[in-house]
């Protein structure tokens, strides 16, 4: 198991679920605020990755370039990033322009089912 995560599963489970991971929710969150794009916030989730990757070796003496370890634990905290930008996205849009969307689940808004009908109306 190790080999796979790059480190020990206490180190993956603290610095990078936990530690990196809570970081990457506020990255996502102050992205999403800002109506990044999810580009951006894949780069930040690469840069999340190196920090982990560091601290890692520096405080725990885990394996600074293990290639594996850096792609599993970036991929796992970019997941966490972009499930909070997604979500952070969705209650922005509902909450932004309550007239027009309504909520569809955490991830998603769906146009308000008058809308639909008034602009067939229209037409």
Known sequence: METILGSSVPVFVF???????G??????????????????????????????????WGLFGEQLLSLWGFVVHTVVI?????????IAIARRMVNQYPWLYE??????????????????EEK
Not at 15 to 21: E, I, S
Not at 78 to 86: D, N, S
Not at 108 to 114: A, L, Q
């Open 15 to 21: 610095l990078t679920v936990l530690v990196f991971g």
């Open 78 to 86: 970019g997941l966490i990033t972009l499930t909070a930008h997604r």
């Open 23 to 56: 970081c990457g929710v506020l990255t996502g969150q102050t992205l999403a605020e800002g109506w990044k794009p999810v580009s951006n916030v894949l780069a930040y989730s690469l840069l999340l990755g190196l920090g982990d990757r560091f601290l890692a």
């Open 103 to 120: 909520t569809a689940g955490p991830f998603g808004w769906r146009e308000r089912t008058g809308m639909a009908e008034e602009k067939a």
